[in-house]
């Protein structure tokens, strides 16, 4: 593939547009700087379809489907690494990496997860240890034959209720030990599917049982500055279409009571309703967010985020709101229709966009027209720096990170697939 742009024609753009910035009062290198400092949590699952390493040939209940049938997906965490290491290097900016539970290595043996403990992710630790990354991580409530009624932790079955408690708290001692080890608090999320197909004659009875679970799973102690809980809401799944015991109702109720992270997932809503404004809202209730970032389309809410209005409004109320340091913000989404490892780079080269986007924005003049009740100037600008050479300056972020500008990433990203072509089919 031809070279995207000539460095020297890059640097240029990029002086030019710097300029173009300054007389709006914005400084393009500080924005730059900025965005290179915002952690983004790489998904794990995007590598290998939510497959994990327990056996399993791929998802089984539990109101999430990968669909696709694109080859090449990692089988092995030596794979999924080597996979996640090349996605690394084609996205600027600084990354972590996201965990569920059934990525545990456990030497072949038969480990149940509510047995799994730190040294199961020894060498995720090691590996993310050496490359500077830190680590988040979930449990996983999904695929796993006590969940095939649709009920986990909302179960009325206390065998199956307590076996999934054990596995959430099991969960928590893995993220802990993960946070402690590598010097940054690891985000433990807790996403169940417990809901019904139909409607339910009882809304409350599931919702009081999730509750006191919830309770239990958080009751442990752990040590301050190793772990962030966290819980996430879902409007509706596969098998959960009339009812959701895990509402976003009921998830910001717990979240405030109990001072945890709110998780907000941009596929989980309704497919109008849109999270930037939440993000305010919630701040003024809950000490932090975690933010899912995805792309729902119709039913599904899993697809490949991109540089969307949806993201890039996202993007903006952070930065508005100056609210990085209570917000954690991660990729979502599996698709098993495209590359991907190109699906990965989408998504989180899409965000870098955003993210440098919005630090790109001319906000004080903004700022200082609303507050001087300006609102005609306001609108203006906000319009107006949309048109901004906000691509002169991707490009130079991408360049000055020694990331690929452009497309020029597709070609690495090409090469590995030929690479592998022959070994995974």
Known sequence: ??????????????????????????????????????????????????????????????????????????????????????????????????????YAETAGKKITRD???????????????????????NPSFFSHPLADSGYTLASSDKAVRNFWIRHGKASRRIASAMGEALGSPAVNNVWIPDGSKDLPADRAAPRARLQSALDEVFSEKLPEGTIGDAVESKLFGIGSEAYVVGSHEFY????????????????HFHPTEAIADKISALLGF????????????????????????EV????????????FARVDIALDYFDA?????????????????????????????????????????????????????????WDKYCLDQGTPVGPDWLAKVAEREAATKAARG
């Open 252 to 267: 910001m109720g717990y979240a405030v009571k109990h001072g945890l992270k709110l998780c907000l997932d941009m596929g």
């Open 115 to 137: 047995e799994l403990a730190p040294e199961h992710f020894a060498r995720w630790i090691a590996w993310a240890k050496e490359r500077k990354l830190g680590l988040d991580f």
């Open 337 to 393: 229709s495209i590359n991907r490892v190109a699906a990965w780079v989408i998504g989180a080269r899409g965000l870098q966009k955003a993210l440098l986007e919005a630090a790109l924005e001319p906000s004080a003049l903004i700022r200082d027209a609303e507050k001087a009740g300006r609102n005609t100037e306001r609108l203006a600008l906000m319009e107006e720096a949309k048109t901004l050479p906000f691509a002169a300056v």
């Open 312 to 323: 890039r409004d996202v993007c903006r109320e952070i930065t508005r709101q100056n609210a």
């Open 1 to 102: 593939m031809k070279t995207y742009q000539d460095k020297d024609e890059m640097e240029k753009a990029y002086e030019l547009a710097v300029a173009r910035y300054a007389g709006l009062g914005v400084d393009a290198g500080a924005a730059m700087a900025a965005t290179a400092k915002v952690p983004v949590s790489l998904h794990c699952w995007q590598g290998d379809d939510v497959t994990g390493f327990e056996g399993a040939d791929g998802l089984s209940g539990g109101g999430i489907l990968a669909t696709g049938n694109y080859p090449g997906r990692a089988r092995n965490a030596d794979e999924l690494r080597a996979d996640a290491e090349l996605a690394f290097s084609l996205v600027p900016g600084t990354k972590r990496f996201n965990l569920h539970s059934i």
């Open 286 to 309: 809950v000490p932090s967010l975690l933010l899912h970032i995805s792309r729902g389309v119709r039913w599904d809410s899993d697809h490949v985020a991109l540089f969307s209005d």
